[in-house]
C-alpha cells in the first residue's frame, strides 16, 4: 500500500522537492531521506514496525549507555544492560527523566562526540520556569520530518501558504534576515504565541 498522490500547484512542487531539500542538506540534516523512509514504514504490520521499534530502541540506549555520563553512570548503578530490553515494559527498571535531573546534569547528558553541533532549545515556562535542554540535527531531522509526513496526509505540503503560531522565544529572536526570505519563499509566517491580541488574531 501506498500513499496517495499529492495535488500539488508548481510552486510548491520547487519548494517541496528542490527549495526546501538543498536548505536541509546545506544544515546538514537527513529530513528528506527520513521523510520518505517514515512514508515507507508507516504502512508496515505492526509486528514488522514493532520489531524495528525495539532493534533501534536497543541500539538507542547502547550508544548512550557507553557514551553519555549521566546514563553511563545510571545504567552502571542499576546493573541495567540495554542488551536484555525485550519490550518497553523493560523501560521500567529506569527512573523518570525530570526537569530537576535535566538541570543538575545538563552537561553528563551531552553525547561526547555531538556536543559542537548541538543546538539550544527551551520550553513556554508555563510551569514557573523554563526549561534549557539541547538537542542535535538527527532528532531536528526527525522532529521536521515527522511534521512534514504529518501535514502530506492532509494533502498540504512544503511550499504550500502555512501560518505558524509559536511560543518559544530563543527561535522568535533568531528570525533574521536570512531564515524571513526562507519563510518567505516556503510561504510560511510566524506568529508570536505569547503576544497575541484580538486585532492581531482578527
Given at each position: 500500500?501506498?500513499?496517495?498522490a499529492?495535488?500539488?500547484?508548481?510552486?510548491?512542487?520547487?519548494?517541496?522537492?528542490?527549495?526546501?531539500?538543498?536548505?536541509?542538506?546545506?544544515?546538514?540534516h537527513d529530513?528528506?531521506?527520513?521523510?520518505?523512509?517514515?512514508?515507507?514504514?508507516?504502512?508496515?504490520?505492526?509486528?514488522?514496525?514493532?520489531?524495528?521499534?525495539?532493534?533501534?530502541?536497543?541500539?538507542l540506549?547502547?550508544?548512550?549507555?557507553t557514551?553519555?555520563?549521566?546514563?553511563?553512570?545510571?545504567?552502571?548503578?542499576?546493573?541495567f544492560?540495554?542488551?536484555?530490553?525485550?519490550?518497553l515494559?523493560?523501560?521500567?527498571?529506569?527512573?523518570?527523566?525530570?526537569?530537576?535531573?535535566?538541570?543538575?546534569?545538563?552537561?553528563?547528558?551531552?553525547?561526547?562526540?555531538?556536543?559542537?553541533?548541538?543546538?539550544?532549545?527551551?520550553?513556554?515556562?508555563?510551569?514557573?520556569?523554563?526549561?534549557?535542554?539541547?538537542?542535535?540535527?538527527?532528532?531536528?531531522?526527525?522532529?521536521?520530518?515527522?511534521?512534514?509526513?504529518?501535514?502530506?496526509?492532509?494533502?498540504v505540503?512544503?511550499?504550500?501558504?502555512?501560518?505558524?503560531?509559536?511560543?518559544?522565544?530563543?527561535?522568535?529572536?533568531?528570525?533574521?534576515?536570512?531564515?524571513?526570505?526562507?519563510?518567505?519563499?516556503?510561504?510560511t509566517?510566524?506568529?508570536?504565541?505569547?503576544?497575541?491580541?484580538?486585532?492581531?488574531?482578527?
Open positions: 500500500m501506498t500513499a496517495p499529492l495535488s500539488r500547484s508548481l510552486y510548491t512542487a520547487l519548494a517541496a522537492d528542490v527549495m526546501f531539500p538543498l536548505h536541509e542538506q546545506l544544515k546538514r529530513t528528506v531521506r527520513i521523510r520518505r523512509e517514515m512514508e515507507e514504514t508507516q504502512w508496515w504490520s505492526p509486528e514488522r514496525l514493532q520489531a524495528v521499534q525495539l532493534q533501534r530502541l536497543q541500539a540506549l547502547s550508544e548512550i549507555g557514551q553519555v555520563p549521566y546514563y553511563a553512570r545510571l545504567f552502571a548503578e542499576l546493573r544492560d540495554p542488551r536484555g530490553v525485550q519490550s515494559d523493560d523501560l521500567q527498571r529506569l527512573p523518570f527523566l525530570t526537569k530537576s535531573l535535566i538541570r543538575a546534569h545538563t552537561e553528563d547528558l551531552k553525547h561526547p562526540a555531538h556536543r559542537q553541533a548541538l543546538s539550544r532549545f527551551n520550553t513556554g515556562g508555563s510551569s514557573g520556569e523554563p526549561l534549557v535542554f539541547f538537542i542535535g540535527k538527527e532528532r531536528v531531522s526527525h522532529d521536521v520530518a515527522a511534521k512534514w509526513r504529518a501535514t502530506r496526509w492532509w494533502g505540503d512544503i511550499g504550500d501558504p502555512e501560518m505558524v503560531v509559536w511560543g518559544s522565544p530563543i527561535e522568535l529572536g533568531a528570525q533574521d534576515r536570512l531564515r524571513a526570505w526562507r519563510d518567505r519563499l516556503l510561504r509566517e510566524l506568529l508570536q504565541a505569547f503576544e497575541m491580541s484580538e486585532a492581531k488574531l482578527d
